[in-house]
């Protein structure tokens, strides 16, 4: 494949996005809610998604663009120690849902990043999130998928799995910046 022809992919993926931009905005605006409300978030994925999943909870314990104060985000993919625990005692397909189980609260929201939507420890996990009665969402690949089905809100794009990551990487810095923008001005301070 050709310089060329991935870019243009990846042009077809973001023009997908685009497309998505109230959704993202909408969803700033529940994330504000409800992690300034004390909730939190809990992200995971597998491989290059779990490397996204990662980056979005790092914005949000830090920082975006704005100076304010943290809030709760886990990337569930980075408890390494709970994985490989999980993994072998439980089978992988378990790695995410166990967290899930563990952490999240009805007032928490759970983001589950694919590029395939197929991956049977982020459908459990989908699951998981649903019985402690979160709020379930998922950025994947090309709809219809058995984690769009799983979900209560996706955010699907097509494209070749490479094209849906790199959409996907500034699906979650939109995502940030519309989680700053929504959050009341009390909560916008670095105290």
């Known amino acids: 494949m050709s310089v060329e022809t991935h870019l243009d992919g990846l042009a077809r993926s973001l023009a997908a996005l685009r497309t998505q931009a109230p959704r993202l905005t909408r969803w700033g605006g529940v994330l504000a809610r409800r992690l300034g409300d004390g909730g939190r978030l809990l992200a995971a994925g597998n491989g290059g ?8 909870t790092a914005e949000l314990v830090g920082r975006f663009r704005d100076d304010r104060r943290p809030f709760s985000a ?4 980075a408890e390494t120690s709970s994985v490989t625990a999980i993994g072998n005692d439980y089978g992988y397909d378990q790695v995410f849902a166990r967290q ?19 991956s049977a ?54 995502l940030c910046a519309a989680f700053e923008a ?3 001005s009390g909560l916008r301070s670095a105290s």
């Open 74 to 77: 886990i990337a569930l993919c």
């Open 49 to 56: 998604s779990a490397a996204e999943a990662q980056h979005l």
């Open 182 to 184: 929504a959050l009341p």
């Open 121 to 174: 420890n982020l459908l459990e996990a989908a699951a998981a999130g649903r019985e402690a009665g979160a709020h379930v969402w998922a950025m994947t690949g090309a709809a219809p998928n058995p984690l769009a089905d799983a979900v209560d809100e996706v955010l699907a794009l097509p494209g070749e799995p490479a094209n849906v990551q790199e959409a996907q990487l500034v699906a979650v810095h939109a």
């Open 100 to 118: 899930v189980t563990a952490h999240a609260r009805p007032n928490d929201v759970v983001l589950l990043l694919s590029t395939s939507g197929r």
